[in-house]
């Protein structure tokens, strides 16, 4: 069974700093990998997919990286604001009949401190 | 540009109701999912349909049932509620890879 852990569970910086979160995966036969955003009250936000045939992707101050083989990705924010603080969970899709159903981590909860 | 719709939002069930989570989507989208999300378990997979007419189990499937009569919604059936199934209920959509979240149905049961 496919588990994905996030380390760590919560995160506090300092605005402007630039920050690393880790998600690992458990079996390495993944479809994609892909990063989520939950704001208090909210539903989930897609931030970025990344193939299991792809290294990265970036989408503005955010970059993902995946190492499969090792099952694990880390998604970088760049010069932190106080509008990233969110939860954030990566979800894995396992290759095969099932790739459009995910796996989630329990998510790191991040604060911005201005 | 509504995208996915959860109703209710708030609801309170004492053990043993019944009740009905409507999920629609607005995107033309052939895939939806329920998910149940808990403090210290993150979101689980309850349901979900690859199209019209279609449901599957997912990871916690037991008390809950699903139907897709029509492609934009996805119903979510607690025939019982039961103290267990107290949670936040997150529907999705999608036509490929990246879901779409509603922002969630908060149950409570008594």
Not at chain 2, 18 to 37: K, P, V
Not at chain 2, 45 to 60: N, Q
Request: net charge positive.
């Amino acid at each position: 069974k496919q588990e994905v852990t996030q380390i760590p569970a919560a995160l506090s910086v300092p605005e402007g700093e630039n920050l690393v979160l880790n998600c690992s995966f458990t079996d390495s036969a993944i479809y994609n990998l892909q990063w989520f955003r939950q704001d208090p009250g909210k539903g989930l936000t897609s931030l970025l997919l990344i193939q299991s045939s792809q290294r990265e992707q970036t989408s503005g101050r955010l970059n993902a990286s995946l190492d499969k083989s090792s099952g694990r990705s880390t998604l970088y924010i760049a010069a932190s604001q106080p509008g990233d603080s969110a939860t954030y969970l990566c979800a894995v899709a396992l290759s095969g009949a099932g790739s459009y159903q995910l796996t989630f981590g329990k998510g790191t909860k991040l604060s911005v401190i201005p | 540009n509504a995208g996915v719709t959860q109703t209710p939002k708030f609801r309170v069930l004492k053990t043993g109701q019944s009740m009905t989570l409507l999920c629609a989507q607005d995107m033309n989208h052939e895939y939806m999912y329920w998910y149940r999300q808990d403090p210290g378990m993150g979101l689980r997979l309850i349901h979900y349909s690859v199209g019209e007419g279609t449901t599957a189990k997912g990871e916690v499937p037991d008390g809950y049932n699903v139907s897709r009569l029509k492609k934009q919604n996805f119903l979510l059936g607690l025939e019982s509620a039961a103290p267990s199934q107290t949670s936040v209920y997150f529907c999705a959509s999608s036509s490929g890879y990246t879901q779409h979240f509603g922002d969630g149905t908060r149950l409570s049961i008594l």
